[in-house]
C-alpha cells in the first residue's frame, strides 16, 4: 500500500475543519454532527476519526480557525493605508452586520462547562489582546484615539463585537442589521476619538463615513 504524504493528511484535516465551520456557521456549534461534516467533505465519517479523536476535538478546531481568521481583519492588520486606516477598518470590522457570523458567542456559552474550549479562548483573548493593544497604544501616540487603558478596551470592544455577533446569529436583533452597526460606529468613535474638537470630528467622520457638522463636538 503507498505511504501517504503528510501534504495529503494536512489536506484532508483542512478540509474537515473547513466543512465543520461551514455546518458550524450555518446551524451552530451544538447542532453540528460529524457525520454531517464528513458528508460536506467527502470523506468517510470513520475517516474523520484518524484526524480527530471526537467531535468536541473537530468543533473546538473550527472555532479556533473562525476566531483567528477574524482576527487580521479585527484589527485591520489585512488592510492597506495608514495606522488611521487601520483604526477605522477595526471598528468597521467589530460593528459590521455583513459576512459570516462568528462562533465567539457560543464558544464563551460552551466554555462555562468544557475547559478545552475555555483554554482556546484564553488562548485567542491573549493573541488578540496582545495584536491590539499594541496597534491602540501606537494609535494613541500619533494623537488618533485617546485611550487610558487600551487592554481594557480592547476587552471592552471584544465584548461588543460579540453581542452584536450573539444578536445577528440569534436573529433577535430588535431594530436592523445596519441601524444596528451605525449605532455601534457612533459608540465607538465617541468612546475613543481624542479630547481635541476637531480630531474628534474628524474621527467620527471616519468612522461614520458621513460629514459631520462642525458644531458637532
Known amino acids: ?36 461534516v464528513a458528508q460536506r467533505a467527502s470523506v468517510a465519517t470513520g475517516l474523520l476519526y484518524r484526524y480527530f479523536r471526537d467531535r468536541a476535538e473537530l468543533l473546538l478546531a473550527a472555532a479556533e480557525r473562525v476566531a483567528l481568521d477574524r482576527t487580521p481583519k479585527l484589527v485591520g492588520a489585512d488592510g492597506p493605508g495608514t495606522v488611521r ?3 477605522v477598518a477595526m471598528a468597521r470590522s467589530v460593528a459590521g452586520a455583513g459576512g459570516p457570523g462568528s462562533l465567539l458567542p457560543e464558544m464563551r456559552f460552551l466554555a462555562r462547562r468544557d475547559p478545552e474550549v475555555k483554554q ?18 501606537q494609535a494613541g501616540q500619533e494623537g488618533l484615539v485617546s485611550i487610558t487603558d487600551p487592554a481594557a478596551t480592547v476587552e471592552v470592544i ?20 445596519a441601524r444596528l452597526e451605525a449605532a455601534a460606529l457612533a459608540l465607538l468613535a465617541v468612546g475613543v476619538a481624542p479630547e481635541h474638537t476637531t480630531a474628534r470630528r474628524r474621527l467620527r467622520q471616519a468612522f461614520l463615513g458621513t460629514t459631520v457638522p462642525a458644531g458637532t463636538p
Do not use: N, W
Open 1 to 36: 500500500m503507498p505511504r501517504v504524504s503528510q501534504a495529503h493528511l494536512e489536506a484532508v484535516r483542512d478540509r474537515l475543519v473547513d466543512a465543520a465551520v461551514e455546518c458550524a456557521t450555518e446551524k451552530g456549534i451544538q447542532a453540528t454532527t460529524t457525520r454531517e
Open 85 to 87: 486606516d487601520r483604526v
Open 120 to 137: 482556546a479562548l484564553v488562548r485567542y483573548d491573549r493573541m488578540l489582546s496582545g495584536m491590539v493593544t499594541a496597534f491602540l497604544e
Open 158 to 177: 471584544q465584548a461588543l463585537f460579540e453581542g452584536i455577533q450573539a444578536r445577528l446569529v440569534s436573529d433577535t436583533v430588535t431594530t436592523t442589521p
